[in-house]
Structure formats: structure tokens, C-alpha cells
């Protein structure tokens, strides 16, 4: 049986920066994805992922995304290959809402500068935009977006340059402790290593069923429309955006990657799936959330649409990250339940993940991510 200081499960956003630090800092690490690296049947896949400051969820991630974009931009450096493309990002919604005054708050305790716009000067300022003159806006220059899948594939190919094997096309259908370490069986075969990383996305309480009830997996639908201005929506016209309104939260990005101007709504229409059985069609209700809102919010980018696609959100019962060791085994940690607002961090993900399998511990702060927030469920 070969024999691995580290094994992840799951090679996608988390599990590629994780295999990337373990292998830079000289461990012997196997990483195993059930698919294709990279591939279009989890989480992060659609070309784009908002990447900001404002993080109304909380203001305890900004440090995290701090340290996210410094790593990205590393990463960058090193493949000497555009993986962010800044564009400012806008977060708005009523005055009074925590989704407005919560993105203020995390700017405002981190020091980082923003503008509040009312949604008319936010129209003026950038013409893509048909937001209600009540409608605050907080607009911070340094949002813009990631390139999912030439992230993993960087961390990849830069793991696989440190040393780091990885089998795509191998599914993990157990694991065991064995020992002060861990024995993991695939479709292919048994592999024996001293730590195990869970980083398995959508799957994560198929791995690990302590987490059946705490991540759950979701269906959404990204869609592309072809705008009718061009120029309104462009990386250097548009800021990426996220509108908390009376339809429901939306978010947004620039033409870039594929034709068309893209848009997804949080918790589409709030189907929960077994990852496994996720239906990948898509139906005309499906578009229809996405065009009443791009209709009223971005008219001139209601034209027809290019293309339309599922992915998963893997959704906590807080809505924050759960990143620990497993509660029964140390040399065993995980991070799931990245609530849809996960890829901006994997970057910073992965050097946390590399920190509990070498040392049990990391110097960033977890406390929002402990699993025993959950213990009274
Ligand atoms: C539509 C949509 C929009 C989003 N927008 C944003 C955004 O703008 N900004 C942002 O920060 N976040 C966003 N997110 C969230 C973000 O994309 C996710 O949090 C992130 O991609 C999760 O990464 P992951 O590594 O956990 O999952 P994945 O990248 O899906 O990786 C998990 C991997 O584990 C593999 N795996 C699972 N089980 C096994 C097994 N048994 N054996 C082998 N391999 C296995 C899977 O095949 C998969 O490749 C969005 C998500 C979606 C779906």
C-alpha cells in the first residue's frame, strides 16, 4: 500500500490550495478527486467568483481575505497568469438592511476604504446599473473577481511541481483511522497516510457523516445574458455586485470568460439535492428568476440568453465555514460548508488546511468555524 504523509479528498477550490501548501512546505501528499481536475460537476466551476472586502457575513473575514488576495496574487506571480481581475465590486440593498450596513461595518472595522452611493449616483457613476435611487451602495475598488477553474489548475500544476501526486478520476468510498494515522480506500485502490484532509465540497457528509445534517448541498443556476449595451458591461465599466432587494439577493458579474453578462441568485429557488442526483437541466422557471431581475435591475443587459448551468452551494446551518480538525480523530480536519461565499478564500484555505495537518493548529483565527458551535444541535 503506497504510503503519503498527507491525503485530500477532493481536488476542487479548497482541495487544490491545500495540496499546493502541503507540498510547498515538503510533505509527500496525494490528492484524490472523484473527477476530472478541474471540472464542471461541483462548486467551482462558471468562470468568475467575487472576490471583495465588504463581507457583510462578518467582519472576522476580512483578515482571512486580506491574506486571500496576497496569496492569489503570489499564485499569480508565479504561473505568470491573470487569475484576478479587479474591477471595484458594489454591495447594496435598503439603508437600514444588515446586507448594506453589514458591508459598511466589516470596511469600517478593517480600515478599508468604500463610498456610500444612493442608487442613482451609483446609475450615473456606472450605466450598466438601473438600481432604485433609495437603494444604498457600498462601492470598494479593490472587488473584482477569480478565475475558478485556472485557480485549481495553477494550485495544481504548482503542487505537481512541489512533489504532490494526484489521481483524477478516483473516488474515495472510505477512509479509517489506523493507528495515529489513516488508511483510505478508492475505486482503484487503498492508500495508507499520517493525516487526512476532507476538502470534498458538495460530498462532504457523504465523507464524513458526522456532517449530515450541517452541510447540505443546493442547487443553483448561473445564467449569461447577452447585453444590449456592450460597453455598460464590460471589466472596465461594471463592477461585480451583490443587491439584497425585494426579489431577493442577486449577484452579478462583467462579460468575461464566455459571452454574456452573468447573474445567479443566492439560494435560486431553494432546492437542497443529493449531490449525486443534482438535475443538471435547467427549465424555464430557472431563467425566469434570473431575467425578471436582470429586466429590472440591469435592463440593458436583458438580452437573450447565452448559456445557463447548475452548480451546488454546500450550505451550513449559519452560513459560515466549518474549518477544524474532526472532532474524534486529530490527524484527521476538514473545511466544508463554504455557504456560497467560499472560492474568494481558498487561497488562504489551503495554507490553514496545510497548517492543521502539519501542526494541529493555525495562527488564523478559527473561531467562527468550530464545529462545537454546533454541539446542542
Ligand atoms: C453558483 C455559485 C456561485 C458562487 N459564487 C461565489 C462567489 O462569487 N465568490 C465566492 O467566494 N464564492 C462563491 N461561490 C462559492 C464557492 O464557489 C464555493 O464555496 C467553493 O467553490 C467551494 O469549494 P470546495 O473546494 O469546497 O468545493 P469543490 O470545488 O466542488 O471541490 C470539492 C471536490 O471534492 C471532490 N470530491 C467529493 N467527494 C469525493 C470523493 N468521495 N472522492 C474524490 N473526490 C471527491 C469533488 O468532485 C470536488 O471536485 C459560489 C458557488 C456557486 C455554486
Same mark, same amino acid.
Given at each position: 500500500m503506497n504510503e503519503y504523509d498527507a491525503i485530500v479528498i477532493g481536488v476542487g477550490g479548497m482541495g487544490s490550495a491545500t495540496i499546493y501548501h502541503l507540498a510547498r512546505r515538503g510533505w509527500r501528499v496525494l490528492g484524490l478527486e472523484? +473527477? =476530472?481536475? &478541474? *471540472? $464542471?460537476?461541483?462548486? @467551482? *466551476?462558471?468562470h468568475s467568483r467575487m472576490i471583495r472586502? #465588504?463581507?457583510? $457575513? *462578518? &467582519? @472576522?473575514y476580512v483578515p482571512l481575505v486580506r491574506r486571500a488576495y496576497e496569496l492569489w496574487h503570489q499564485l499569480e506571480n508565479a504561473s505568470r497568469e491573470l487569475l484576478l481581475v479587479t474591477t471595484g465590486s458594489i454591495r447594496a440593498g435598503h439603508a437600514e438592511s444588515e446586507f448594506f450596513q453589514g458591508a459598511v461595518a466589516a470596511c469600517e472595522q478593517h480600515n478599508i476604504p468604500y463610498q456610500v452611493l444612493t442608487g442613482t449616483e451609483t446609475n450615473r457613476r456606472f450605466p450598466g446599473y438601473r438600481l432604485d435611487h433609495d437603494i444604498s451602495a457600498v462601492y470598494q475598488a479593490d472587488g473584482g473577481f477569480l478565475l475558478p477553474e485556472r485557480c485549481i489548475v495553477n494550485h495544481a500544476s504548482a503542487a505537481l511541481e512541489a512533489g504532490a501526486e494526484v489521481h483524477g478520476r478516483e473516488r474515495v468510498l472510505a477512509w479509517e483511522p489506523s493507528g495515529e494515522g489513516v488508511i483510505v480506500r478508492t475505486n482503484k485502490g487503498s492508500y495508507r497516510a499520517g493525516r487526512l484532509v476532507i #476538502?470534498? !465540497? %458538495?460530498?462532504a457528509s457523504a465523507v464524513v457523516p458526522a456532517l449530515s445534517q450541517l452541510a447540505v448541498a443546493e442547487r443553483q443556476v448561473l445564467g449569461w445574458f447577452q447585453p444590449e449595451r456592450p460597453e455598460h458591461y464590460r471589466t472596465d465599466t461594471f463592477p461585480v455586485f451583490g443587491l439584497n432587494v425585494d426579489e431577493g439577493r442577486f449577484y452579478g458579474f462583467p462579460v +468575461?470568460?464566455?459571452p454574456g453578462f452573468k447573474v445567479g441568485r443566492t439560494h435560486h429557488r431553494g432546492q437542497a439535492v443529493d449531490p449525486d442526483q443534482l438535475d443538471r437541466d435547467i427549465y424555464d422557471e430557472d431563467e425566469a428568476v434570473l431575467r425578471q431581475f436582470v429586466e429590472r435591475y440591469f435592463p440593458a443587459a %436583458? !438580452? &437573450? %440568453?447565452?448559456s445557463l448551468k447548475t452548480c451546488m452551494f454546500t450550505n451550513s446551518p449559519d452560513g459560515h465555514f466549518m474549518i477544524d480538525l474532526h472532532p474524534d480523530y486529530p490527524q484527521v480536519s476538514l473545511a466544508a460548508g +463554504?455557504?456560497? *461565499?467560499g472560492f474568494k478564500f481558498a487561497s488562504v484555505v489551503g495554507e490553514i488546511m496545510a497548517d492543521l495537518a502539519i +501542526?494541529? $493548529?493555525? #495562527?488564523? =483565527?478559527l473561531s467562527l468555524f468550530r464545529l462545537d458551535r454546533f454541539e446542542n444541535r
Open positions: 472523484q +473527477f =476530472d481536475v &478541474p *471540472h $464542471e460537476m461541483g462548486s @467551482s *466551476h462558471g472586502y #465588504t463581507l457583510q $457575513e *462578518h &467582519p @472576522s #476538502t470534498a !465540497g %458538495a460530498w +468575461f470568460g464566455v %436583458a !438580452g &437573450p %440568453a447565452l +463554504f455557504s456560497g *461565499h +501542526f494541529g $493548529e493555525t #495562527t488564523h =483565527d
